[in-house]
């Protein structure tokens, strides 16, 4: 027998534990169809989505094409097409890089001033070029 109750409650709370844990797996299994739809169908009033990637070089590194790959593959994949993709970079080598993208390049400006740093500058820059494009409304 167990002689320390708090290892006697840490075992009665374990094995009551083990039954639920059980149950939720089985409804995972049984209902994780319901959760992932094959057909779905678009609503006429999706709003459109920006989708930012901020990065120092999509030049130097290849995981800003692999995302924009991602994000153009899952809005084909559910027939979504009010997106845009917005690549706000440092690197002025990635307008030729992302040239061939589904993508808007935004270069930072080097005389553009703020207190952030490397990537926090981008973001920076982001949002006041969105501001100054007047793209920061609900819609």
Known sequence: MINNPALLIATI???FFIPRAIVLFYRFIKNNKR???KDLIRIPNDPKIIFQITTR????????KRGIDSVISS??????SKYEISVITEDYNDIITLNSSMC???CVSKKFKTNAI???RALQYAVEYRR???QHSSD
Do not use: M, P, Q, R
């Open 13 to 15: 709370l374990w094995v």
């Open 35 to 37: 959760f992932i739809e």
């Open 57 to 64: 070089s999509a030049t130097k590194t290849s995981v800003v």
């Open 75 to 80: 809005c084909n994949k559910i027939k979504y």
């Open 104 to 106: 808007k390049v935004v």
């Open 118 to 120: 490397k990537k926090g």
């Open 132 to 134: 100054k494009e007047n």
